[in-house]
């Protein structure tokens, strides 16, 4: 994050703390339940959302060599994301051309080829059918037409974005303006250098929940008094925060006790990211935060096209590669803090509040300012 931001936003965060205070919208909001219990709402989430804009699918770091591939599925849409033999990332739908069966499953190294495993067809890594079993029973088919379909994707600063709908042109589907989808969130993210970084884990968990109450879980501090008194609230100041937005997307600060040791120090020596957790909605379903040592990367699905289900995958980031024992008992102490704080008090709390959603109870939820 540039020097002058940084410098900014602790001032701003001072101040909170000497009065007392924390930063405030203009008014009390009210928002409904039919938001998270909806099916009409959730279909319309799951085609103009989830299947149309851009999503973060993956992460350099997943994919370093040719022919290295990941699949998601959690769109409702099968897609493939590879590594080609040129270095390229690509994405497909994860559809054989000639009886629809996954051409590939999970992750790992296809060595040059994907084959279905229902007839033999094979692909190479830019999607081509380069070979046909028994080919004569297959007169005059038209190959160049036959390959896997191209999704649109780009891989930015280790990062990888992909459509789940099909480009309306081949160049298309290589060409997604990330920083414009972005609306200026580029360069910030830019300076975290996530490129760099490695995957120390990777979590799923599956949740009885509605995955925007999953978002919900992230944006307020309110809570950490209360329902992390014993965890996290001694690490971080509660109902104190700092929020931006970036046309859809949004950052939340959530100060570190610590970042008073900052009083005494030269504003050119200040370290927001040191002192803070950064929370980054990438619109709508990745957050992506930025901690002291490593970084987190959330990513939240509605689940089985169910309203009241979601499932989230987690990416667990680290500046350097975790080779020796002291260094993995260190990141799985940190790992299991995190898995712990969500498993043990955010999530069960609120696959308490999507229960009580169908008791009719209230018409809308209340958010303080």
């Known amino acids: 994050m540039d020097q002058n931001l940084q410098t900014i936003l602790v001032h701003e965060i001072l101040q909170h703390i000497d009065a007392g205070t924390t930063q405030l919208a203009d008014e009390i909001y009210a928002n409904p339940v039919s938001n998270y219990t909806s099916t009409d709402r959730l279909s319309k989430e799951l085609e103009v959302l989830f299947r149309q804009r851009p999503l973060l699918v993956g992460l350099s770091c997943q994919l370093p060599e040719p022919g290295d591939f990941l699949t998601c599925d959690h769109t409702g849409i099968p897609q493939l994301i590879v590594r080609g033999e040129d270095r390229t990332v690509r994405a497909f739908m994860n559809v054989c051309r000639h009886r629809g069966a996954r051409v590939a499953e999970g992750h790992?190294?296809?060595?040059?080829?994907?084959?279905?495993?229902?007839?033999?067809?094979?692909?190479?890594?830019?999607?081509?059918?380069?070979?046909?079993?028994?080919?004569?029973?297959?007169?005059?088919?038209?190959r160049p037409a036959c390959g896997l379909i191209p999704l649109p994707v780009t891989e930015s600063d280790g990062m990888i974005w992909a459509s789940a709908t099909p480009a309306l042109t081949s160049e298309a589907s290589i060409n997604i303006d990330i920083d414009s989808q972005l609306e200026g969130l580029g360069a910030e993210l830019r300076s975290y250098d996530v490129a760099s970084y490695h995957q120390y884990a990777s979590r799923a968990l599956h949740l009885k929940m509605n995955w925007k109450l999953v978002v919900d879980t992230f944006l307020e501090p309110y809570h950490f008094g209360v329902l992390h008194k014993n965890s996290i609230s001694p690490i971080f100041f509660s109902n104190l925060c700092l929020f931006h937005s970036f046309g859809p997307h949004l950052r939340v600060t959530y100060p570190r006790r610590s970042i008073e040791s900052l009083r005494d120090r030269p504003e050119a020596q200040w370290d927001l990211v040191a002192h803070t957790a950064l929370i980054y909605v990438l619109f709508p379903n990745?957050?992506?935060?930025?901690?002291?040592?490593?970084?987190?990367?959330?990513?939240?699905?509605?689940?089985?096209?169910?309203?009241?289900?979601?499932?989230?995958?987690?990416?667990?980031?680290?500046?350097?590669?975790?080779?020796?024992?002291?260094?993995?008992?260190?990141?799985?102490?940190?790992?299991?803090?995190?898995?712990?704080t969500v498993s043990d008090e955010d999530f069960p709390t609120g696959e308490g509040i999507q229960f009580g959603f169908d008791s009719g109870a209230q018409s809308h939820l209340t958010y303080g300012r």
């Open 286 to 340: 990745t957050v992506f935060v930025v901690q002291a040592d490593h970084l987190e990367i959330w990513r939240i699905y509605p689940m089985n096209n169910a309203v009241d289900r979601s499932v989230i995958v987690l990416d667990f980031l680290v500046p350097e590669p975790a080779v020796s024992e002291s260094a993995r008992a260190h990141w799985e102490r940190n790992l299991e803090l995190v898995i712990r």
């Open 108 to 142: 790992g190294n296809t060595r040059k080829r994907f084959r279905c495993p229902y007839h033999g067809w094979n692909y190479d890594t830019s999607g081509k059918l380069v070979g046909i079993p028994d080919k004569q029973s297959f007169p005059g088919i038209d």
